[in-house]
């Protein structure tokens, strides 16, 4: 897993980030995430059960304060939309049917605008 750019086909899915009322904030925005799906568990065996995917971001490198789950684990491209306007750092788990969750990828950088 990781968090590629936009690019090639695939499904995708959105998700909105709704902010409480009556805020006056900086514009609204969004940011994409790509990925391959991964294969195989952690011991190198075939990864049979994938549920889907956690992304976890915030504005501040390694600080995640946000997270949006995706139950569809045929997805390979993800929009996170509107989030504030800047710069987020995402990284992402991957989920089994049972619920055990990866580690968590690499951090990347996104610019939501």
Known sequence: ??????GGGGPMQSAT?????????????????AWTP????TDG???????????????TPGVYNQMTAVSNPGLTRFVVDSV???TYYVAMTAFRANGIESAL????????N
Do not use: H, W
């Not at 897993?1 to 936009?6: I, R």
């Open 17 to 33: 980030v709704t902010p409480p009322g009556d805020v006056v904030g900086p514009p609204i925005a969004s940011f994409e995430v």
């Open 1 to 6: 897993m990781g968090c590629g750019g936009g």
């Open 105 to 112: 990828s690499n951090e990347c950088t996104k610019q939501a």
């Open 84 to 86: 504030p306007a800047g």
């Open 38 to 41: 991964p294969t195989a568990k």
């Open 45 to 59: 065996s075939v990864l049979e059960d994938l549920a889907g995917y956690r992304f976890y971001y915030g504005t």
